[in-house]
Protein backbone atom coordinates (compact mmCIF):
# COMPACT_ATOMS: atom_id res chain seq x y z
CA UNK A 1 0.00 0.00 0.00
CA UNK A 2 2.96 2.53 0.65
CA UNK A 3 4.61 1.53 -2.42
CA UNK A 4 1.37 2.51 -4.26
CA UNK A 5 0.87 5.84 -2.31
CA UNK A 6 4.35 6.57 -3.62
CA UNK A 7 3.66 5.83 -7.18
CA UNK A 8 0.09 8.27 -7.17
CA UNK A 9 2.05 11.12 -5.65
CA UNK A 10 5.15 10.53 -7.93
CA UNK A 11 2.66 10.84 -10.90
CA UNK A 12 0.93 13.83 -9.37
CA UNK A 13 4.18 15.48 -8.36
CA UNK A 14 5.86 14.85 -12.01
CA UNK A 15 2.85 16.16 -14.01
CA UNK A 16 1.90 19.18 -11.46
CA UNK A 17 5.86 20.23 -11.62
CA UNK A 18 6.17 19.95 -15.47
CA UNK A 19 2.69 22.07 -15.78
CA UNK A 20 3.87 24.55 -13.58
CA UNK A 21 7.00 24.90 -15.05
CA UNK A 22 5.15 25.11 -18.41
CA UNK A 23 2.79 27.51 -17.32
CA UNK A 24 5.74 29.58 -16.22
CA UNK A 25 7.44 29.48 -19.42
CA UNK A 26 3.90 30.54 -21.03
CA UNK A 27 4.02 33.20 -18.96
CA UNK A 28 7.26 34.27 -19.77
CA UNK A 29 7.28 33.80 -23.30
CA UNK A 30 3.99 36.73 -23.39
CA UNK A 31 6.05 38.88 -21.52
CA UNK A 32 8.74 38.85 -23.64
CA UNK A 33 6.68 38.96 -27.09
CA UNK A 34 5.50 41.84 -25.70
CA UNK A 35 9.06 43.53 -24.57
CA UNK A 36 9.96 42.54 -28.63
CA UNK A 37 6.79 44.00 -30.11
CA UNK A 38 7.67 47.76 -28.18
CA UNK A 39 11.63 47.24 -29.10
CA UNK A 40 10.20 46.80 -32.96
CA UNK A 41 7.98 49.99 -32.41
CA UNK A 42 10.98 51.87 -30.95
CA UNK A 43 13.14 51.17 -33.92
CA UNK A 44 10.57 51.82 -36.02
CA UNK A 45 10.00 56.17 -34.48
CA UNK A 46 11.49 58.71 -36.43
CA UNK A 47 12.03 60.69 -33.08
CA UNK A 48 14.31 60.21 -30.37
CA UNK A 49 11.77 61.03 -28.10
CA UNK A 50 9.34 58.67 -29.45
CA UNK A 51 12.05 55.87 -29.39
CA UNK A 52 12.35 56.82 -25.65
CA UNK A 53 9.06 56.33 -24.71
CA UNK A 54 8.62 52.58 -26.89
CA UNK A 55 12.10 51.76 -24.96
CA UNK A 56 10.81 52.83 -22.05
CA UNK A 57 7.74 50.60 -22.30
CA UNK A 58 9.89 47.55 -22.98
CA UNK A 59 12.04 48.13 -20.02
CA UNK A 60 9.72 48.41 -17.62
CA UNK A 61 8.02 44.83 -18.88
CA UNK A 62 11.22 43.29 -18.76
CA UNK A 63 11.95 44.55 -15.63
CA UNK A 64 8.51 43.20 -14.29
CA UNK A 65 9.09 39.84 -16.35
CA UNK A 66 12.04 38.87 -14.23
CA UNK A 67 10.40 36.84 -12.04
CA UNK A 68 7.88 34.93 -15.03
CA UNK A 69 11.46 34.04 -16.48
CA UNK A 70 13.01 33.40 -13.55
CA UNK A 71 10.24 30.62 -12.39
CA UNK A 72 10.26 28.91 -15.90
CA UNK A 73 13.84 28.01 -14.97
CA UNK A 74 15.56 28.56 -18.20
CA UNK A 75 18.95 30.30 -17.09
CA UNK A 76 19.94 30.66 -20.78
CA UNK A 77 16.65 32.96 -21.07
CA UNK A 78 17.12 34.81 -17.36
CA UNK A 79 20.88 36.01 -18.80
CA UNK A 80 20.00 37.18 -22.23
CA UNK A 81 16.88 38.50 -20.30
CA UNK A 82 19.15 40.91 -17.88
CA UNK A 83 21.95 41.71 -20.89
CA UNK A 84 18.90 42.61 -22.68
CA UNK A 85 18.30 45.02 -19.86
CA UNK A 86 21.35 46.92 -19.81
CA UNK A 87 21.14 47.48 -23.68
CA UNK A 88 17.25 48.85 -23.07
CA UNK A 89 18.52 51.48 -20.30
CA UNK A 90 21.57 52.78 -22.62
CA UNK A 91 18.93 53.14 -25.18
CA UNK A 92 16.77 55.22 -23.08
CA UNK A 93 20.02 57.48 -22.59
CA UNK A 94 21.21 57.60 -26.02
CA UNK A 95 21.69 61.29 -27.19
CA UNK A 96 20.73 60.63 -30.99
CA UNK A 97 18.78 58.41 -33.51
CA UNK A 98 21.05 56.65 -34.75
CA UNK A 99 23.01 55.68 -31.41
CA UNK A 100 19.30 54.52 -29.87
CA UNK A 101 18.97 52.17 -32.98
CA UNK A 102 21.89 50.70 -32.46
CA UNK A 103 21.61 49.36 -29.06
CA UNK A 104 17.92 48.71 -29.85
CA UNK A 105 18.88 46.32 -32.32
CA UNK A 106 21.42 44.51 -29.74
CA UNK A 107 18.13 44.19 -26.90
CA UNK A 108 15.87 43.01 -30.06
CA UNK A 109 18.58 39.98 -30.52
CA UNK A 110 18.53 39.33 -27.00
CA UNK A 111 14.61 39.65 -26.88
CA UNK A 112 14.88 36.93 -29.77
CA UNK A 113 18.09 34.97 -27.98
CA UNK A 114 15.62 34.74 -24.78
CA UNK A 115 12.38 33.59 -26.94
CA UNK A 116 14.12 30.47 -28.10
CA UNK A 117 16.03 29.63 -25.29
CA UNK A 118 12.52 29.14 -23.66
CA UNK A 119 11.40 27.25 -26.36
CA UNK A 120 14.28 25.05 -26.80
CA UNK A 121 14.05 24.73 -22.55
CA UNK A 122 13.79 20.93 -22.42
CA UNK A 123 16.81 20.29 -24.90
CA UNK A 124 19.17 22.25 -22.29
CA UNK A 125 17.96 20.86 -18.35
CA UNK A 126 15.39 22.80 -16.15
CA UNK A 127 14.95 23.70 -12.44
CA UNK A 128 11.93 21.13 -12.05
CA UNK A 129 14.76 17.94 -12.03
CA UNK A 130 14.68 14.73 -10.89
CA UNK A 131 16.15 16.49 -7.53
CA UNK A 132 13.83 18.63 -7.15
CA UNK A 133 11.18 15.83 -7.56
CA UNK A 134 12.23 14.01 -5.11
CA UNK A 135 12.43 17.03 -2.68
CA UNK A 136 8.07 17.42 -3.50
CA UNK A 137 7.33 13.78 -2.89
CA UNK A 138 9.36 13.72 0.23
CA UNK A 139 7.09 16.59 1.48
CA UNK A 140 4.06 15.96 -0.03
CA UNK A 141 0.81 15.71 1.59
CA UNK A 142 -2.76 15.17 0.91
CA UNK A 143 -3.32 19.36 1.22
CA UNK A 144 -1.07 19.82 -1.65
CA UNK A 145 -2.21 17.53 -3.70
CA UNK A 146 -5.75 18.53 -3.14
CA UNK A 147 -4.34 22.13 -3.92
CA UNK A 148 -3.27 21.10 -7.28
CA UNK A 149 -6.49 19.32 -8.20
CA UNK A 150 -8.80 22.31 -7.34
CA UNK A 151 -6.10 24.62 -9.66
CA UNK A 152 -6.75 22.17 -12.19
CA UNK A 153 -10.43 22.51 -11.85
CA UNK A 154 -10.30 25.74 -11.85
CA UNK A 155 -8.20 25.68 -15.15
CA UNK A 156 -11.01 23.12 -16.32
CA UNK A 157 -13.43 26.05 -15.63
CA UNK A 158 -11.50 28.70 -17.73
CA UNK A 159 -11.08 26.74 -20.51
CA UNK A 160 -14.61 26.06 -20.47
CA UNK A 161 -15.70 29.42 -20.59
CA UNK A 162 -13.32 30.65 -23.20
CA UNK A 163 -14.77 28.49 -25.66
CA UNK A 164 -17.83 30.71 -25.53
CA UNK A 165 -15.60 33.82 -25.81
CA UNK A 166 -14.06 31.60 -29.17
CA UNK A 167 -17.58 31.13 -30.32
CA UNK A 168 -18.66 34.71 -30.00
CA UNK A 169 -14.69 36.36 -31.27
CA UNK A 170 -15.25 33.83 -34.60
CA UNK A 171 -18.75 35.53 -34.76
CA UNK A 172 -17.31 38.74 -35.25
CA UNK A 173 -14.95 38.04 -37.28
CA UNK A 174 -17.67 36.37 -39.67
CA UNK A 175 -19.98 39.36 -39.41
CA UNK A 176 -18.19 42.90 -38.79
CA UNK A 177 -16.17 44.76 -40.97
CA UNK A 178 -12.62 43.68 -41.53
CA UNK A 179 -11.26 46.81 -40.02
CA UNK A 180 -13.57 47.01 -37.37
CA UNK A 181 -12.99 43.53 -36.17
CA UNK A 182 -9.23 43.54 -36.06
CA UNK A 183 -9.42 46.78 -33.47
CA UNK A 184 -11.93 44.81 -31.62
CA UNK A 185 -9.92 41.88 -30.96
CA UNK A 186 -5.99 43.79 -31.31
CA UNK A 187 -7.89 45.96 -28.05
CA UNK A 188 -8.58 42.62 -26.10
CA UNK A 189 -5.20 41.32 -27.02
CA UNK A 190 -3.08 44.11 -25.93
CA UNK A 191 -5.35 44.67 -22.64
CA UNK A 192 -4.45 40.91 -21.95
CA UNK A 193 -0.51 41.57 -22.21
CA UNK A 194 -0.96 44.51 -19.96
CA UNK A 195 -2.42 42.52 -17.76
CA UNK A 196 0.12 39.86 -17.77
CA UNK A 197 2.92 42.11 -16.72
CA UNK A 198 1.39 42.69 -13.46
CA UNK A 199 3.63 40.77 -10.77
CA UNK A 200 0.95 40.08 -8.29
CA UNK A 201 -1.53 38.69 -10.32
CA UNK A 202 -3.10 35.60 -9.37
CA UNK A 203 -3.08 32.10 -10.98
CA UNK A 204 -5.94 31.68 -12.03
CA UNK A 205 -6.09 35.59 -13.75
CA UNK A 206 -2.75 34.70 -15.18
CA UNK A 207 -3.81 32.02 -16.90
CA UNK A 208 -7.28 33.32 -18.29
CA UNK A 209 -5.43 35.97 -19.69
CA UNK A 210 -2.63 33.62 -21.19
CA UNK A 211 -5.30 31.09 -22.66
CA UNK A 212 -7.42 34.80 -23.83
CA UNK A 213 -4.36 36.01 -25.77
CA UNK A 214 -3.53 32.72 -27.48
CA UNK A 215 -6.78 32.98 -29.13
CA UNK A 216 -7.28 36.18 -29.62
CA UNK A 217 -3.90 35.77 -31.18
CA UNK A 218 -5.05 33.31 -33.94
CA UNK A 219 -7.68 35.39 -34.39
CA UNK A 220 -5.85 38.48 -35.40
CA UNK A 221 -3.44 36.10 -38.16
CA UNK A 222 -7.12 35.10 -39.74
CA UNK A 223 -7.90 38.53 -39.71
CA UNK A 224 -4.64 39.63 -41.37
CA UNK A 225 -4.43 43.44 -42.62
CA UNK A 226 -7.58 43.38 -44.11
CA UNK A 227 -6.29 44.41 -47.15
CA UNK A 228 -8.68 43.74 -50.54
CA UNK A 229 -7.17 40.80 -52.53
Known amino acids: MKLFYFILFLFIFTFSSSYGASQDCDYATSNLGYVKSQTKKALSMKDLQMTRFYTYK ?59 AIANHDEHGSIYGSDNLIMNVASSNNEETMAFLDQNKIRQRIDTSLLKYKTSLDHVINTVDCAEARAFAQNIYENCEQELLKPHLSESKKYYNLKTKEITEKALDRLGNCERK
Open 58 to 116: ALTALEKSKKNIADCGCEEASDSALENIEYLKNATKATSLAGARILLNKALLFSIESLE
